[in-house]
T-cell receptor, first 114, second 114 residues
Framework: DGGITQSPKYLFRKEGQNVTLSCEQNLNHDAMYWYRQDPGQGLRLIYY???????QKGDIAEGYSVSREKKESFPLTVTSAQKNPTAFYLC?????????????FGQGTRLTVV | AQSVAQPEDQVKVAEGNPLTVKCTYSVSGNPYLFWYVQYPNRGLQFLLK??????LVKGSYGFEAEFNKSQTSFHLKKPSALVSDSALYFC????????????FGAGTRLAVHP
Protein backbone atom coordinates (compact mmCIF):
# COMPACT_ATOMS: atom_id res chain seq x y z
CA ASP A 1 0.00 0.00 0.00
CA GLY A 2 1.19 3.48 -0.79
CA GLY A 3 1.25 6.00 1.98
CA ILE A 4 3.10 7.80 4.71
CA THR A 5 4.39 5.97 7.76
CA GLN A 6 5.25 7.74 10.96
CA SER A 7 6.98 6.01 13.82
CA PRO A 8 6.78 5.58 16.68
CA LYS A 9 3.12 6.26 17.40
CA TYR A 10 3.91 7.25 20.99
CA LEU A 11 7.22 8.65 22.23
CA PHE A 12 8.35 9.71 25.66
CA ARG A 13 11.23 12.08 26.18
CA LYS A 14 13.13 12.96 29.29
CA GLU A 15 14.20 16.50 29.97
CA GLY A 16 17.36 17.39 28.06
CA GLN A 17 17.11 14.55 25.55
CA ASN A 18 17.02 14.77 21.79
CA VAL A 19 14.53 12.49 20.08
CA THR A 20 13.96 11.74 16.40
CA LEU A 21 10.58 11.14 14.78
CA SER A 22 10.55 9.08 11.63
CA CYS A 23 8.54 9.85 8.48
CA GLU A 24 8.73 7.64 5.40
CA GLN A 25 6.64 7.84 2.22
CA ASN A 26 6.43 5.57 -0.80
CA LEU A 27 4.27 7.89 -2.89
CA ASN A 28 7.21 9.27 -4.85
CA HIS A 29 6.30 12.74 -3.62
CA ASP A 30 8.85 15.53 -3.85
CA ALA A 31 7.52 17.77 -1.08
CA MET A 32 7.35 16.81 2.58
CA TYR A 33 6.20 18.71 5.66
CA TRP A 34 6.22 18.54 9.43
CA TYR A 35 3.39 20.04 11.44
CA ARG A 36 2.84 20.35 15.16
CA GLN A 37 -0.68 20.10 16.56
CA ASP A 38 -1.69 21.51 19.93
CA PRO A 39 -5.27 21.62 21.24
CA GLY A 40 -7.15 24.63 19.93
CA GLN A 41 -4.28 25.86 17.79
CA GLY A 42 -4.70 23.86 14.63
CA LEU A 43 -1.60 22.79 12.76
CA ARG A 44 1.57 24.85 12.76
CA LEU A 45 4.32 24.30 10.23
CA ILE A 46 7.73 23.33 11.60
CA TYR A 47 9.81 22.52 8.51
CA TYR A 48 9.21 21.69 4.88
CA UNK A 49 11.21 20.30 2.01
CA UNK A 50 10.66 20.56 -1.72
CA UNK A 51 13.41 18.23 -2.89
CA UNK A 52 16.24 16.09 -1.57
CA UNK A 53 18.92 18.02 0.33
CA UNK A 54 16.71 21.08 0.57
CA UNK A 55 14.51 22.20 3.45
CA GLN A 56 13.11 25.43 4.82
CA LYS A 57 12.05 26.65 8.23
CA GLY A 58 8.37 26.99 8.88
CA ASP A 59 6.64 29.15 11.44
CA ILE A 60 7.90 27.37 14.59
CA ALA A 61 11.29 25.86 13.67
CA GLU A 62 13.14 26.80 16.85
CA GLY A 63 14.24 23.74 18.80
CA TYR A 64 13.75 21.39 15.83
CA SER A 65 15.97 20.08 13.06
CA VAL A 66 15.40 17.98 9.94
CA SER A 67 17.28 16.27 7.15
CA ARG A 68 16.29 15.20 3.65
CA GLU A 69 18.97 12.83 2.44
CA LYS A 70 16.52 10.59 0.60
CA LYS A 71 13.35 11.43 -1.29
CA GLU A 72 11.25 9.04 0.78
CA SER A 73 12.49 10.07 4.23
CA PHE A 74 12.13 13.29 6.24
CA PRO A 75 13.03 12.72 9.91
CA LEU A 76 12.39 15.35 12.54
CA THR A 77 14.64 15.78 15.57
CA VAL A 78 13.22 17.48 18.62
CA THR A 79 16.19 18.91 20.47
CA SER A 80 16.61 19.84 24.10
CA ALA A 81 16.29 23.47 23.00
CA GLN A 82 12.58 22.93 22.39
CA LYS A 83 11.14 23.96 25.74
CA ASN A 84 7.64 22.66 25.30
CA PRO A 85 7.78 19.64 22.99
CA THR A 86 4.73 17.78 24.24
CA ALA A 87 2.40 17.71 21.22
CA PHE A 88 1.06 15.64 18.35
CA TYR A 89 3.39 15.69 15.34
CA LEU A 90 2.14 15.14 11.80
CA CYS A 91 4.14 14.49 8.68
CA UNK A 92 2.70 15.15 5.23
CA UNK A 93 3.75 14.89 1.61
CA UNK A 94 2.49 16.00 -1.79
CA UNK A 95 3.66 15.99 -5.41
CA UNK A 96 5.76 19.08 -5.34
CA UNK A 97 5.43 20.11 -8.93
CA UNK A 98 1.62 20.48 -8.92
CA UNK A 99 0.30 23.52 -7.14
CA UNK A 100 -3.27 22.35 -6.65
CA UNK A 101 -2.73 18.88 -5.22
CA UNK A 102 -3.74 17.94 -1.73
CA UNK A 103 -1.32 16.79 0.95
CA UNK A 104 -1.32 13.26 2.34
CA PHE A 105 -0.78 12.82 6.06
CA GLY A 106 0.73 10.14 8.25
CA GLN A 107 -1.01 8.89 11.38
CA GLY A 108 1.04 11.06 13.69
CA THR A 109 3.43 10.69 16.61
CA ARG A 110 2.40 11.78 20.08
CA LEU A 111 5.41 13.06 21.99
CA THR A 112 5.28 13.47 25.74
CA VAL A 113 7.94 14.88 28.04
CA VAL A 114 8.29 12.91 31.26
CA ALA B 1 -0.28 36.80 3.96
CA GLN B 2 -2.64 33.93 3.27
CA SER B 3 -4.88 32.85 6.13
CA VAL B 4 -8.04 30.95 6.97
CA ALA B 5 -10.41 31.35 9.86
CA GLN B 6 -12.84 28.87 11.33
CA PRO B 7 -15.11 30.99 13.49
CA GLU B 8 -16.69 28.14 15.45
CA ASP B 9 -14.75 25.97 17.86
CA GLN B 10 -17.59 23.48 17.99
CA VAL B 11 -20.71 22.63 16.00
CA LYS B 12 -23.44 20.38 17.34
CA VAL B 13 -26.16 18.85 15.17
CA ALA B 14 -28.66 16.04 15.45
CA GLU B 15 -28.25 12.97 13.33
CA GLY B 16 -30.17 13.31 10.08
CA ASN B 17 -30.06 17.10 10.11
CA PRO B 18 -27.95 19.12 7.67
CA LEU B 19 -24.60 20.36 8.91
CA THR B 20 -22.42 23.33 8.04
CA VAL B 21 -18.86 23.97 9.18
CA LYS B 22 -17.72 27.49 8.35
CA CYS B 23 -14.47 28.71 6.86
CA THR B 24 -13.41 32.12 5.61
CA TYR B 25 -10.18 32.91 3.84
CA SER B 26 -7.85 35.74 2.99
CA VAL B 27 -5.57 35.32 -0.01
CA SER B 28 -3.89 37.33 -2.67
CA GLY B 29 -4.62 35.88 -6.07
CA ASN B 30 -6.69 32.80 -6.78
CA PRO B 31 -7.49 30.70 -3.71
CA TYR B 32 -6.74 27.00 -3.53
CA LEU B 33 -8.85 25.71 -0.64
CA PHE B 34 -9.04 22.36 1.12
CA TRP B 35 -11.04 20.56 3.79
CA TYR B 36 -9.60 17.78 5.95
CA VAL B 37 -11.08 15.63 8.72
CA GLN B 38 -9.27 14.21 11.73
CA TYR B 39 -10.46 11.40 13.98
CA PRO B 40 -8.96 11.03 17.49
CA ASN B 41 -5.23 10.31 17.55
CA ARG B 42 -5.11 9.95 13.78
CA GLY B 43 -3.70 11.89 10.87
CA LEU B 44 -5.71 14.17 8.61
CA GLN B 45 -7.83 12.76 5.81
CA PHE B 46 -8.51 14.78 2.69
CA LEU B 47 -12.20 15.52 2.01
CA LEU B 48 -12.32 17.93 -0.92
CA LYS B 49 -10.70 20.92 -2.59
CA UNK B 50 -11.57 23.97 -4.62
CA UNK B 51 -9.19 24.96 -7.37
CA UNK B 52 -11.34 26.56 -10.03
CA UNK B 53 -14.66 26.00 -11.79
CA UNK B 54 -17.96 25.16 -10.15
CA UNK B 55 -18.58 26.85 -6.82
CA LEU B 56 -20.10 23.69 -5.36
CA VAL B 57 -17.45 21.06 -4.81
CA LYS B 58 -18.34 17.47 -3.97
CA GLY B 59 -16.03 15.32 -1.92
CA SER B 60 -15.72 12.14 0.11
CA TYR B 61 -18.31 10.64 2.48
CA GLY B 62 -21.16 12.79 1.12
CA PHE B 63 -19.55 16.10 2.02
CA GLU B 64 -19.60 19.13 -0.22
CA ALA B 65 -18.39 22.68 0.06
CA GLU B 66 -19.59 25.94 -1.38
CA PHE B 67 -17.07 28.48 -2.59
CA ASN B 68 -18.26 32.08 -2.36
CA LYS B 69 -15.83 34.60 -3.73
CA SER B 70 -17.72 37.71 -2.68
CA GLN B 71 -17.94 36.52 0.92
CA THR B 72 -14.48 34.87 0.84
CA SER B 73 -15.99 31.74 2.31
CA PHE B 74 -15.65 28.01 1.75
CA HIS B 75 -18.19 26.36 4.03
CA LEU B 76 -18.34 22.58 4.40
CA LYS B 77 -21.78 21.02 4.20
CA LYS B 78 -23.59 17.71 4.35
CA PRO B 79 -27.32 17.25 3.78
CA SER B 80 -27.80 14.59 6.46
CA ALA B 81 -25.34 14.17 9.35
CA LEU B 82 -24.25 10.83 10.75
CA VAL B 83 -22.97 10.13 14.25
CA SER B 84 -19.82 8.80 12.58
CA ASP B 85 -19.19 12.28 11.13
CA SER B 86 -18.21 13.44 14.62
CA ALA B 87 -14.60 14.56 14.30
CA LEU B 88 -12.31 17.58 14.02
CA TYR B 89 -12.51 19.45 10.72
CA PHE B 90 -9.82 21.68 9.27
CA CYS B 91 -10.00 24.20 6.48
CA UNK B 92 -6.73 25.03 4.69
CA UNK B 93 -5.46 27.37 2.00
CA UNK B 94 -2.42 26.96 -0.19
CA UNK B 95 0.26 29.51 0.46
CA UNK B 96 1.20 31.27 -2.73
CA UNK B 97 4.92 31.02 -2.13
CA UNK B 98 7.20 28.73 -4.08
CA UNK B 99 6.86 25.79 -1.72
CA UNK B 100 3.04 25.63 -1.86
CA UNK B 101 2.65 24.80 1.78
CA UNK B 102 -0.79 24.58 3.36
CA UNK B 103 -1.95 27.02 6.02
CA PHE B 104 -4.59 25.58 8.36
CA GLY B 105 -7.39 27.02 10.41
CA ALA B 106 -7.68 26.21 14.09
CA GLY B 107 -10.21 23.48 13.48
CA THR B 108 -13.89 22.95 14.29
CA ARG B 109 -15.08 20.04 16.36
CA LEU B 110 -18.28 18.55 14.96
CA ALA B 111 -20.49 16.61 17.36
CA VAL B 112 -23.42 14.70 15.88
CA HIS B 113 -25.81 13.32 18.50
CA PRO B 114 -28.36 10.56 17.94
Amino acid sequence: DGGITQSPKYLFRKEGQNVTLSCEQNLNHDAMYWYRQDPGQGLRLIYYSQIVNDFQKGDIAEGYSVSREKKESFPLTVTSAQKNPTAFYLCASRPGQYQNTEAFFGQGTRLTVV
Amino acid sequence: AQSVAQPEDQVKVAEGNPLTVKCTYSVSGNPYLFWYVQYPNRGLQFLLKYITGDNLVKGSYGFEAEFNKSQTSFHLKKPSALVSDSALYFCAVRDGGGYNKLIFGAGTRLAVHP
